[in-house]
């Protein structure tokens, strides 16, 4: 069975850091893009990073040059660290994986709660 299983969130303070993991089995984490995803409440899913299968990047303006998406394909982890955290950063963030080659092969981890406070 396919599982993403997220962690590593919690209460960290306005400025503070944070990472995120998300543990893959069930599959050939180099053959799937890799993306983080988070939602508010009240509000859309939305996407924070990605990072493809060769490497390339991608950011949400509202965190760029503040999160750094990774992987290490061997031990099927995907990373998200976050730094200078802001109030508005707080949010469920999900695990997202999607096999390249394909237009609708996606899996979802069930989230893990990150809040911003002080």
């Known amino acids: 069975q396919v599982q993403l299983v997220e962690s590593g969130g919690g209460l960290v303070q306005p400025g503070g850091s944070l990472r995120l993991s998300c543990v893959a089995s069930?599959?050939?984490?180099?053959?799937?893009?890799m993306s983080w995803y988070r939602q508010a409440p009240g509000k859309q899913r939305e996407l924070v990073a990605s990072i493809s299968i060769s490497g390339g990047l991608n950011y949400a303006d509202s965190v760029q040059d503040r999160f750094t998406i990774s992987r290490d394909n061997a031990k099927k982890m995907v990373y998200l660290q976050m730094n200078s955290l802001k109030p508005e950063d707080t949010a469920v963030y999900y695990c997202r994986a999607a096999r390249v080659g394909t237009n609708n092969l996606f899996y979802w981890g069930q989230g893990t709660q990150v809040t911003v406070s002080s």
């Open positions: 069930g599959i050939v984490l180099r053959f799937y893009d």
